[in-house]
């Protein structure tokens, strides 16, 4: 991914580490901070392309966005990321409803649609930047991650898999990656690629689950099939068939 970006950045070198506000997909801000009703929290799967759009197709999403988190340096660019040296992992920050999705959800997602076994790389893009990682801002959510985590890797071992090798921890910094990085898989004429690779394991219930969604929703994404979110369309799944 890294030299395909060389591109991009030679022709948009206007460009500076302001983001979009506004989603393409959700039509929402991308920077807002949450309500009341609302919470956030920030996941690394690995190319944070793919990992986007998993997240936003969920309904009772508000919105999503492309960054930086986990790291020393403020206000990295995408090179500085890459070079390993600023310790910064590429994230989605996801902010949800509570009413409409659970944070049970969101981690549903987050340790089915990548392999949080691989250390520092995902697939084909190896690099701390793309190493697995959970980092939450409200404290209350704390053991819920965990327990996730927990019943996780209890369902890896059945399949034989090592050990996650997932970040978790608080953090209060958040920088928003590069424009051209913001949805970038609805974006025209974007290279449709993903490196996540699915360990296929699925998470059951755990302690502290609450899930909201339907099962109509999972069947959207299929781990089985090779790149199943590059195939799907950029539309988020409507909650009632």
């Known amino acids: 991914m890294f030299k395909f970006l060389k591109n991009i950045m030679k022709k948009e070198l206007n460009l500076t580490n302001d983001a979009y506000s506004f989603h393409r997909v959700l039509k929402t801000d991308i920077k807002k901070d949450p309500n009341v009703e609302e919470d956030e929290i920030i996941f690394g799967c690995g190319c944070f392309w793919g990992a986007e759009k998993c997240f936003w197709k969920l309904p009772g999403v508000v919105t999503t966005s492309v960054g930086y ?130 360990t296929k394991v699925k998470l059951g219930v755990f302690n502290g689950s609450n899930y909201k969604l339907e099962d109509h929703i999972w069947e959207n994404f299929n781990w089985e099939v090779d790149k199943c979110v590059l195939r799907s369309d950029n539309n988020p799944i409507k909650n009632k068939i």
């Open 69 to 198: 988190a986990g790291g020393e340096k403020i206000n990295p660019t995408y090179y500085e990321v890459c070079s390993g040296l600023t310790g910064h992992s590429e994230v989605v920050r996801v902010i949800w409803n509570k009413s409409e999705i659970d944070i049970s959800d969101l981690l549903k997602m987050f340790w089915e649609c990548h392999d949080p076994t691989q250390k520092n790389r995902q697939g084909n893009d190896m690099g701390t930047q793309y190493r697995s990682a959970i980092y939450y801002t409200n404290e209350s959510n704390f053991r819920t991650i965990l327990a996730s985590k927990e019943q996780y890797q209890k369902e890896l071992n059945k399949k034989n898999f090592g050990l996650i090798e997932t970040e978790i921890k608080k953090i209060d910094k958040y920088f928003y990656a590069e424009q051209y990085h913001q949805q970038y898989l609805a974006s025209t004429g974007s290279r449709q690629y993903c490196s996540a690779s699915p």
